[in-house]
């Protein structure tokens, strides 16, 4: 069975920083497209940063560009997203996503997700 899991979520103060990790387990994604979503209370899940299977490419939403980094290691079977100048608009649930089709951005395994809370 496949699952992704997410750790390094929590509560920082504005301007901090935070590394979210995902590990994948029930098989290996480093020949997939990975990325990451987050849903705000009250809100749809959105697009945050996507990678490709080689890491070779990555893609950001607007709201995230130039604060926010994804990163993965696969020998590690692992994907980062390195996120700093956290604001408080930043809270959500983060979820990691891989593809399941090689060369794809279709999403279809999901985590459970890991809160992060930025405190003004």
């Known amino acids: 069975q496949v699952q992704l899991v997410e750790s390094g979520g929590g509560l920082v103060q504005a301007g901090g920083s935070l590394r979210l990790s995902c590990a994948p387990s029930?098989?290996?994604?480093?020949?997939?497209?990975m990325g990451w979503f987050r849903q705000a209370p009250g809100k749809e899940r959105e697009f945050v940063a996507t990678?490709?299977?080689?890491?070779?490419?990555?893609l950001y939403a607007d709201s995230v560009k130039g604060r926010f980094t994804i990163s993965r290691d696969n020998a590690k079977n692992t994907v980062y997203l390195q996120m700093n100048s956290l604001k408080p608009e930043d809270t959500a649930v983060y979820y990691c996503a891989a593809a399941s089709i090689p060369g794809t951005y279709d999403y279809d395994y999901w985590g459970q997700g890991t809160q992060v809370t930025v405190s003004s």
């Open positions: 029930g098989r290996t994604f480093s020949s997939y497209a």
């Open positions: 990678i490709s299977w080689s890491g070779g490419s990555t």
